[in-house]
């Protein structure tokens, strides 16, 4: 049996908590108000001239104390993720619906809990080098820890695992969810990302020359590199429903590829990506112009936004309109394809196509419709890109039921 | 209850003390002793110079185990979807790199970043094979055997195509072993397809179920498989090594295990 094009999946609840807001009200505020969360970077002991796009108040989550051996960045802010805008209920509600063991969990993340084997390591036995025995490496630097969280703090018992293929982590996990469910092992899927702030990406991405010393400028004629950010998205996967409301947002199509060229910098011509977005389109059954924005993976540097453009203009030409969001959150790593999806969500629920932040000039030899001004207009369907380390590429379409 | 089912077209594996599929069959049947040693990883061949220099420890692994299924399915890897399968990312490159940021001197390599990233064996592996295929890079800590299998069985059953799963851990040193013990690398890749084909050497079919996990016999075998998290799928192995019909439980997450019913072809 093939599905050679997707059942539409039903988002039929879903959240993002970043730098521009805790949480759907606060996040489309920010895009509306064109507010950036990007600040200059005072975390930790970090010595890097950059911006970074921080989630306020991690420091003060509190995990539940039957789950205490979780307790770090990655998944306090899971936590402060899970609890905006009544999904913690709605999961509970589907868990009503459907039973612990029907419902799987597919997050997305990159670095984990990596900052919490960070800071052990500032704090090794002198004489033995040993990490302080306060160190829980499962439940916190492993890469599961996440989405074992997640499952333990719901009760869930099905199917659960974390995507970890860099930067594009939190697209892929529709793909997963996808297959889970059309196999027929779950009835819904808690898929989403979450990535936060740790010295190894910081001072990584500082190795290789990506990191800009000003906010990011996607697309900007002197775009210098990326600002890291912090993020926790989530949806609730569920078939869809024969009655729906207008404004609700269905997963139409998804588009996974490989470029097979270099572990940090994209396929030249950008191959791997038109195939994600074209396979996305097949598998929506949808032609090119019928997608009205673009949310654009849009790093901000030379190289991948460079990429990016030709890969869009391959598939959709020059007049689609697109921007990237990182100049307002950051690039936020694993988290950035479940944040993608959640912009584009509130895109098509309350007719806003983003504008991109931060870019003064845009590079005239990336012949894009690339959006300096919100857009506040009528618009059914989008598509989302997010690539990744690796040379993975995953785009996702998504659409108003109506 | 629902049941996915695939045909095995190849196995790849490389342990301790297990060198490859063709020989460790004798073994995991019983027919020959386990004589455990440490695992050699071979150079990978097929990276072009450059990253074959930067290539860590679980690039040469998934490269070893996964053309070995591939050659034996006679297929082309270019053609393959992947799914890679880890509990975690390379440990000597995460020691190090945790190392020199609690140091004064943070400016780790570039090499060192992006051999830190959990999908740096999927990369080198698209590199290597020059396979644009989907590929999904998994992580489930001690269930990733369970996670990868049940990820490559859907992408069989649903998008109907052939897959190849790279279910590989790699040994982590001081201090990270004592937090993490895993001793050292082993491997298992496997090619599933939709339906039976010549080279089909056995038929699986994968359920949900909350019975135990199945331990294997010999003492030192079950210790592997308790070690390192790929090892979880050694009973299945076995199954297919006595070649005949046989059901088998895989260890998976602390709720839910894997029931397999195997079927020779």
Known sequence: ?402 | MHTLTAYIEGIGLLGPGLTDWLTSQAVLSGQQPYQPHKTVLPSPALLPAAERRRSCAIVKLTLATGLEAIAAAGLDAASLPSVFSASGGDGENCHIICEMLASDDRQISPTRFHNSVHNVAAGYWSIATGAMTTSSVLSAFDASFGAGLLEALTQVVVDDTRTVLLACDTAYPEPLYSARPIPDAFGIALVLAPQRSAQALAQISVSLTDASADQLDDAALESLRIAIPAARGLPLLRGIALRQDKHVVLDYLDSTRLAVAIAPC
């Open chain 1, 1 to 402: 049996m093939a599905y050679l094009s997707l059942n539409p999946l039903w988002l039929s609840h879903f959240t993002a908590t970043s730098s521009i807001g805790r949480g759907l009200d606060q996040t489309l505020a920010a895009l509306r108000q064109r507010r950036p969360g990007l600040v200059p970077c005072a975390f930790d002991t970090v010595d890097l001239a950059t911006f970074i796009g921080e989630v306020a108040g991690v420091d003060a989550v509190q995990l539940p104390a039957h789950l205490a051996d979780f307790d770090c960045r990655n998944n306090r802010l899971a936590l402060l993720g899970l609890t905006q805008d009544g999904f913690a209920e709605a999961v509970r509600v589907a868990i009503a619906k459907y039973s612990a063991q029907r419902i799987g969990v597919f997050l997305g993340t990159s670095t984990s809990g990596i900052l919490q084997t960070e800071l052990a390591y500032r704090r090794r036995d002198p004489v033995t080098g040993a990490l302080p025995a306060d160190f829980i490496y499962r439940t916190t630097h492993n890469t599961f820890s996440v989405a074992d969280f997640t499952r333990h703090y719901f009760g869930l018992t099905g199917p659960a695992v974390v995507v970890s293929s860099a930067c594009s982590s939190s697209a892929k996990v529709f793909g997963s969810a996808r297959r889970m469910m059309a196999a027929g092992l779950i009835d819904a899927a808690v898929v989403g990302g979450v990535d936060s702030l740790c010295l190894t990406t910081l001072y990584g991405f500082n190795s290789l020359g990506l990191i800009s010393e000003h906010a990011c400028r996607p697309f900007d004629a002197q775009r210098d590199g990326i600002s890291i950010g912090e993020a926790a998205a989530f949806a609730l996967l569920e078939r869809t429903p024969e009655h729906l409301d207008a404004d609700a947002v269905l997963l139409l199509g998804i588009g996974e590829s490989s470029d097979a060229y270099h572990m940090s910098s994209p396929h030249p011509d950008g191959l791997g990506a038109c195939m994600a977005m074209q396979d996305a389109l097949k598998m929506a059954g949808l032609k090119s112009p019928e997608i009205g924005y673009i949310h654009l993976h849009g790093t901000a540097t030379q190289s991948n936004d460079a990429t990016e453009a030709k890969a869009v203009q391959t598939v959709f030409g020059s007049s689609t309109p697109c921007s990237s969001t990182k100049g307002a959150t950051g690039h936020t790593l694993g988290a950035a394809g479940g944040v993608g999806a959640v912009i584009c969500a509130l895109g098509l629920r309350h007719g806003l196509l983003p504008a991109g932040l931060n870019t003064r000039q845009l590079d005239p030899t990336l012949d894009l419709d690339y959006l300096l001004d919100n857009r506040e207009q009528p618009v059914t369907r989008m598509l989302s890109n997010s690539f990744g380390f690796g040379g993975t590429n995953c785009s996702l379409v998504f659409a108003r039921a109506d």
